[in-house]
């Protein structure tokens, strides 16, 4: 498929039937939000047309860019650091209090995880913008209504009333009104928690800590519960009529079989593939760190104590868990890729990607996050911690089955896509969770030279052929590239100085 021609694209693309829908340079796509599409060629949206423009970004992408020597780089940072504000923020008024609606890009709905990780690149700048904490406010907000209109929902529509505009009101599961899909994934839970957490951190702004949120709160926590299924499988059930094995769950719906063993069950994984083994790891470690965060907002925001007891208990129960059930042996070794790539399976333990508590695990590693390789930049795990080294020097190596090494690069990308796809986002977690310069020099050549001369980051392209790519507006990327360029510009301002 060359080029993206409509909306039922988009939607077809995200229930992920048939093949991946690549783009090429030259393609115009038709996007579902015409005003908010990023511009052709690799420009921001005129000043007029942008969604939301803060003045404190504004200033951070004006200081920013002084210290960056590279003029692709460059580019790159001023197009993609405002991606979310420019393109796929919606404000609005519920109830007399904010309200935030942030989709993904090209696909018209919004899911939990991509919007608090679209927003979490602008928590520092907040104490500096009144209009961005009202943003964050409404974004907090909406997630909160978002969880109570269901739980085990991973995206939402804009309207609380419609049905899903994405085709998934043919699952096989309870579709609610306001749901755009219902593929249960613990991170989904997670995110909201770190959202809410950075912004608590950042602001002390106790105004979107109120009763709803703290509902929505309790639901989430209570929903983990559910999926550690200790007595009976739980509430959640998920098919897909069109039988695709990353699209649908086995026995009925309710997944694998596993042993009850304190671990919390995932159906899906961040990419919205279904998972192979219902402990997905890297995401109870995730969880883990969220619920600790969830513990502080409730202490301090609202004093609540009995509500961060519940939070502290799970977390230590999954952690515990975690310690037992979520290793594995590495004894495979495989060569590392071109560059700097970091080589073969280590022996000794590493974190398995997915386990079933009966003992069986299985390797690997996906672009999204969270995965095993960014574990460190959630608060899951130290980047200095031998268990995590040794796990990530095994994801990018052929220890993992997709850890692909081409001529445009080398990169992890996963089903979601195919074979051969890297996803940028696995390049900037990489520089994200380095402390080698000569490992960061290539990671930043590899990303300026496969965004095929758009000016943006896209959600995969080939490993040989950047021109093929999926996803031209994929705020989320976007977003997350401008987290590498400040995480650089704080740890590493001297590469920033570089050019390549």
């Not at 060569?335 to 399976?345: A, Q």
């Not at 795990?381 to 994801?395: E, G, K, Q």
């Not at 890297?422 to 402390?435: E, F, G, K, Y």
Request: glycine residues 8%.
């Amino acid at each position: 498929m060359i080029g993206v021609s409509s909306s039922a694209l988009f939607r077809r693309d995200m229930l992920k039937a048939g093949a991946a829908a690549l783009c090429t340079a030259a393609a115009t796509p038709a996007f579902g939000v015409a005003a908010a599409a990023p511009v052709a060629g690799g420009a921001r949206p005129p000043r007029d047309q942008r969604r939301f423009v803060s003045p404190a970004v504004e200033q951070e992408i004006v200081r920013v860019k002084a210290r960056i020597a590279d003029p692709a780089l460059r580019h790159l940072f001023e197009t993609c650091y405002p991606n979310t504000l420019d393109t796929t923020v919606r404000l609005g008024i519920v109830d007399g209090k904010p309200d935030g609606f942030v989709i993904t890009g090209d696909i018209e709905a919004m899911w939990l995880r991509d919007s608090s990780a679209q927003m979490q690149t602008y928590v520092h700048l907040c104490r500096r913008d009144p209009a961005l904490r009202r943003l964050f406010h409404g974004v907090i907000q909406r997630q909160a209504r978002c969880i109570l209109i269901d739980s085990y929902a991973n995206a939402f529509m804009a309207d609380p009333q419609a049905k899903s505009n994405l085709g998934a009101i043919d699952d096989l599961t309870e579709m609610r009104a306001g749901v755009a899909e219902r593929k249960w994934e613990l991170d989904s839970l997670c995110y909201p928690m770190r959202l809410a957490y950075g912004y608590w951190s950042e602001t002390r702004d106790t105004a979107p800590f109120d009763a709803l949120w703290a509902k929505a709160m309790a639901r989430a926590v209570a929903t983990m519960r559910e999926q550690q299924r200790k007595t009976d499988d739980g509430p959640y059930r998920f098919e897909r009529v069109n039988r695709h094995a990353t699209e649908t769950l086995m026995l009925k719906g309710v997944g694998a079989p596993t042993r009850k063993v304190g671990l919390i069950h995932s159906m899906f994984r961040p990419s919205d593939d279904a998972c192979t083994l219902p402990f997905l790891i890297p995401s109870n470690l995730f969880a883990v760190s969220a619920l600790r965060m969830l513990a502080k907002v409730h202490v301090e925001a609202r004093h609540d104590s009995a509500a961060a007891a519940e939070c502290v208990a799970l977390a230590d129960e999954v952690d515990a868990a975690l310690r037992t059930h979520g290793r594995m042996a590495d004894r495979a070794s495989g060569t590392g890729g071109t560059g700097t790539g970091t080589g073969t399976g280590t022996g000794g333990d590493v974190w398995a990607f997915e386990v079933d508590g009966f003992g069986n695990a299985i390797f690997m590693d996906d672009a999204n996050v969270p995965s095993l390789s960014a574990l460190p930049l959630l608060g899951a795990a130290s980047r200095t911690d031998p268990l995590y080294r040794r796990t990530r020097a095994a994801a990018w190596s052929a220890r993992n089955p997709y850890f692909f090494t081409g001529s445009a690069a080398d990169g992890i990308g996963g089903p979601h896509k195919g074979l051969g796809m890297i996803w940028p986002m696995s390049i900037i977690v990489r520089a994200m969770t380095s402390d080698d310069d000569a490992e960061i020099r290539q990671c930043l050549r590899w990303l300026k030279t496969t965004d095929a001369g758009t000016g943006f980051i896209h959600e995969s392209f080939d490993k040989d052929d950047p021109k093929r790519f999926s996803r031209p507006w994929f705020a989320w990327a976007n977003g997350l590239f401008g987290d590498l360029i400040l995480d650089l510009e704080r740890r590493r301002p001297a590469l920033l100085r570089e050019t390549f």
